[in-house]
């Protein structure tokens, strides 16, 4: 374990055995820095060299850390960590909130599998909702720990796919965001989701459509095939969370057959599932009163800065923000800006982002 971060990730016991070595003989910038190197078994570029990576602990853990989109810059995170410094306003983002939100069940413990960085987990901090997060990538728990949720998220490193899941349960939410299209077995992977919110709420959001033009890698899936997997579930277009989530209104549910032409499927599974939806205008949508709120840095007095051509083909048409008078550019959550920050012209931001 390191930075409170449990390593368990199959198929990488040489990296293990070699980071623990490290710890063991003092050196653990070097410890630290084997880990950070791996990354995504898809992911194409290549790891930035163990010296820029140990400068990278050392300055993490120095008075002056880097914000949240340098250290990404420093771990070569490339479109990914563009995707992840301005997910907080991504349409997924909003239809995931929305989901969660629409069916709310004031959980205590919550469960997200593929957390990233944890922005969906550090929503559910502010919320009151003690938070276990996981994702087969450490260095993005790294950062999580770091730069967005802090000590009190339990965080563990391990396969969804591997032989055992060292996390388990139960919890009263349990989700997995724009992620469960990337896995291969998704029967073997919702059997264990299932078994950790045992009836609860099992949110899953953005699940990629097969048999819709994307852009995104992984293993997408058809309606059909999430029907058999969920067939109890209240199933979602992913775009109608979007919109719901900014219009702060109930999404409208739609059954399997009536979602074979759309982008992206979400759900909600368990008892949270059968109760219908809300308006999706609760916790997570909303920033905490009195949180501090920044102007949305895609926004410029024009229209919107997109950060990459990539990143304007897959949201642009999608984007709730951007298309009303532009916000101020600081203020503080209240009821007078719900609109701005449901819209996500307005956000509530790590502090070092």
Known sequence: MLDGIAYLRAGSYPRAQAALARLEGGDREGALALLLAENDAWWDEPPPPEDELRRLVHDAEGPEPPSLREVMARLSWGRVGVYFAHHWSD?????????????????????????????HLRALQDAGVTVVGADVVFAKLWVARRWVLGPAAELVCFDAEGP?????????????????????DKAAVTARLRAMAQGGALAISH????????????????????????????????????????????????????????????????????????????????????????????????????????YREEY?????????????????????????AARRDLLHLPKRW
């Not at 349409?91 to 922005?119: K, R």
């Not at 996390?167 to 989700?175: E, I, K, Q």
């Open 91 to 119: 349409p997924t983002f909003v239809a995931g909130l929305a989901l969660t939100d629409a069916h709310w069940s004031a959980p205590e413990t919550a469960f997200e599998l593929c957390c990233g960085i944890g922005h």
């Open 164 to 184: 055992h899941w060292p996390v388990g349960g139960p919890f009263d939410l349990v989700a997995c965001h724009d992620a469960f299209y990337f896995l291969q």
């Open 207 to 310: 699940v990629h459509n097969r048999d819709w033009p994307n852009l995104s890698g992984g293993a997408a899936v058809s309606a059909e095939e999430m029907a058999a997997l969920f067939p109890a579930a209240c199933s979602y277009d992913d775009q109608e969370l979007t919109l719901a989530g900014a219009e702060r209104r109930a999404p409208r549910p739609k059954g399997w057959v009536a979602l074979g032409g759309v982008e992206a499927f979400s759900l909600m599974d368990g008892a949270a599932g059968a109760l219908g939806p809300k308006p999706a205008d609760g916790p997570l949508s909303r920033p905490p009163l009195g949180a501090p709120l920044l102007i949305n840095p895609l926004l410029n007095r024009y229209g919107v800065d997109w950060p990459s051509e990539r």
């Open 316 to 340: 642009a048409a999608r984007a709730t923000y951007g298309r009303q008078p532009r916000p101020p550019a600081e203020a503080v959550m209240s009821a007078a800006m719900a609109d701005a």
